[in-house]
């Protein structure tokens, strides 16, 4: 086994253990903070591609990725963090 397949395993075990917690999550903020955990997980499993591949333009599409996460977190929490508000 390669080291890139065991870093892919041990991502998508830890993604797993992300997902259920994105579904059993006690508050709507563990939720998201899974979901975002999710999204980091599957960054990191494009960039160890890359990698694994040779194709180093897999990090780009990463850290593309990595941004539209960060946007997609901050405006779900601005979000919910402005219906508390409210309410």
Do not use: C, H, Q, W
């Amino acid at each position: 086994m390669s080291l890139y397949a065991a870093a892919a395993t041990a991502l998508l075990a830890t993604f797993g253990l992300a997902l259920i917690r994105a579904l059993a999550g006690p508050t709507v903020f563990d939720r998201i903070l899974a979901l975002n955990l999710i999204g980091t997980k599957t960054i990191l499993l494009i960039a160890v591609l890359g990698f694994a591949t040779g194709r180093f333009d897999f990090i780009d599409i990463a850290l593309v990725y990595a941004v539209l996460n960060l946007i997609g977190t901050v405006a779900v929490m601005r979000y919910l963090i402005g219906e508390k508000d409210r309410a």
